[in-house]
């Protein structure tokens, strides 16, 4: 019988866990190259970094 983890057989974990990808040189080389290079900003992401978090907003009892 297969061992069993959270419903999940251990063949099945395994294969949850890990994805082979396949892919020529030239793709490779474009995917290193994405990879490597300087992220592109998130204007959802950004704007979530300029918000001021709720715990460092002032505090007035109208607002409990």
Not at 3 to 26: A, D, N, W, Y
């Amino acid at each position: 019988m297969p061992r069993v983890k959270e419903g999940k057989s251990l063949p099945e974990e395994v294969t949850i866990q890990f994805r082979i990808v396949e892919m020529s040189h030239c793709g490779f080389h474009d995917f290193m190259q994405r990879t490597d290079g300087p992220g592109v900003p998130v204007p959802e992401i950004a704007e979530l970094v300029r918000r001021s978090a709720p715990w460092d907003a002032s505090c007035t009892t109208s607002k409990l």
